[in-house]
Structures are given as C-alpha cells and as structure tokens.
C-alpha cells in the first residue's frame, strides 16, 4: 500500500523479551479522502509463522499434534490443543525451509511434497503475526510418540489420524486453533484431487 495512504508519526518500543510490543501513533486515509485523527495502538509483534498440514494420501491419514499453549489457559477448554505443524521464520529462511524443518523437529516426518494452501494475518485487530499455510505430503506410516526441542520447552504428541476421524473432530469442535481448522477446509475442498496427484 502507498505511503500516502497511512503515516506512522511515532513508534516506541514497549517491551522486547521472547515477543515484543509496540505503541504505535498513526493516522491513515479514510475512504472519503480525508485524514484519520491521529490513533495510539499497541501492536504485538512475534514474527512470522509457517504451518503444514502432513497428509498421507496412500493412508489417507493426517498427522496431528498435541501441546499445552499459554495463550489457551483462559479459554473455556483445556490449554493442550490439537494443532498441525508449525514454527517461527528465522532471520535468512524460507517458509518451505521452515516447513521442511519443523516437520522433522515436531512430529519425526519428512515432506515429500509441499503445496501452498494460502498466506493469513493472525489477528491483524492487534498483532502483526502473518502466517504461510501449506499441506505437506508425508508418510505415515508407523507416526506417532512425543517430540520436541527439549530446550524450548517442547513437549508434543504426534498421531496419525484417518481422514474420516480428522473431519469428525473438526465438525465436534474438538480443534480449536485456527491453523488447522483452515488447512483441514482446505483438505475436504482439495483432497481428491491431492490424491490424484500424489497417488503413485
């Protein structure tokens, strides 16, 4: 978007630890042409994130994790939530590199082949968190135990569940993050024709 179009006038750095917080003061052009007054806005900035749905098209199973997540200890349900895989874009990466790594680090798999679901803002009300999503192909077979970087304190559950049980879970209300619930959508929109494709 042209700069004409917003104006940032002052940026202050808030907090800076593992995320960091920024107060913003800024205006931005109305549709009728006219300048905004002048706006305070806290924004949280934690980078930006990949997330991979692994499918295995000859099982026609979905690889799910499992984790405890601080930001769900309020929520009207248990903080440990069925998510897919997913890390932060260090400094230098690729948001394949990303996926490739995270797959091996959080649930013990290799991708065999990636395909780009979409690009997301988090929650762009107050957070500047983008995340890119992809379905990855994996095996498998003999998936599942607990993995994790120890030193991040990781401490994540890997199953492999059927398509039909997968679908299940979404229509219960039993995932909750947005991640997977977008990129299992995706999978009942696109999985013939992934099956076609990556069948042998």
Known sequence: MPSDHYEIIEKTICYKGFFSIARLRLRYRKYDGEWSDVLTREIFERGHAVAVLPYDPVR???VLIEQF???AIDFPADPWLVEIVAGIIDEGESAEEVAHREMAE????V?????HVCDYLVS????TESTALFCGKVDAAGVGGIYGLADEGED???SAVSYDEVVAMLGSGRI???SPIIALQWLMLHRERL???WLP
């Open 156 to 158: 994540i559950k890997v």
């Open 195 to 197: 099956r076609q494709q």
């Open 124 to 127: 762009p009300g107050g957070a």
């Open 60 to 62: 026609d199973e979905v």
């Open 106 to 109: 959080e649930a013990g798999c």
């Open 69 to 71: 997540r601080v930001g």
């Open 176 to 178: 909750k993050s947005a």
């Open 111 to 115: 991708i065999e082949a990636l395909e």
